[in-house]
Structure formats: structure tokens, C-alpha cells
């Protein structure tokens, strides 16, 4: 069995097959309702943490160049440092692929890892 996942179209596919994302499940269960939220703002909101999400990945694997980091990022990933110190979490697996051969839906944990050892 073959995962693998298309970043720009954000899709899952097994064996070639496309298969649905846990958050596409969520958005037609009906759970996720962004309808209220203004567009524009919507997008930027979006591309901070898409942003930010890759800050802390790259700050995890040690890949992260700190001092080209823009201030708004800066302050995120501050909170993330610190929540790792004071959980004591050390991520064990960052973006973790998985597929549910039961249900037949994928996605990626952003983090697995210890806490407080």
C-alpha cells in the first residue's frame, strides 16, 4: 500500500486512489462553518498558520535559520519553545502520514511525542 499526499491540492491518495482528508470529513459532517468569517481575513489568518506550522516543523528538526525569522513569526514560535519547556515535549514523529483502512480516510499528526519524560 502506497500514501501519499499532494501538498498544492492537499489530497490523499492510496495506491493512486484518492481518498478523503480527515478535515474534508469534518467540513461535510457540517463540524466546520468558517461561512461568517470575512474572506480576506480568512485567507491571512490561513496563511499565518500554514506559516507557522512550518516554523515550528523546521524548529523541531533543527533546520530553522532563527535570525531570518520575521517578528510575527518570532513571537509564535516563542510560544512554542515555551510550551515545549514547561511540558518537557520532545516530538518523537513530526508530520506523521497516516491511513485508516477500516474508514478509509488519511491525514498527518502534526506531532507525537513525550511529555514530562
Known amino acids: 500500500m502506497e500514501l501519499t499526499f499532494d501538498e498544492n ?8 486512489v484518492l481518498i478523503p482528508s480527515v478535515t474534508q470529513i469534518i467540513k461535510e459532517a ?10 480576506d481575513l480568512l485567507e491571512y489568518k490561513s496563511d499565518i498558520g500554514t506559516k507557522v506550522h512550518l516554523t515550528t516543523e523546521l524548529y523541531d ?3 530553522l535559520d532563527e535570525k ?3 517578528h510575527t513569526l518570532a513571537g509564535y514560535l516563542k510560544s512554542w519553545v515555551k510550551f515545549r519547556e514547561d511540558y518537557q515535549f520532545v516530538p518523537t514523529q513530526i508530520e506523521l502520514m497516516l491511513y485508516h483502512r477500516v ?7 502534526d506531532r507525537i511525542g513525550t511529555l514530562s519524560g
Open 9 to 16: 491540492k492537499h489530497q490523499y491518495k492510496v495506491d493512486g
Open 61 to 63: 528538526l533543527s533546520e
Open 30 to 39: 457540517g463540524l466546520i462553518d468558517l461561512s461568517f468569517v470575512d474572506e
Open 103 to 109: 474508514y478509509n480516510y488519511a491525514g498527518k499528526i
Open 68 to 70: 531570518s525569522l520575521h
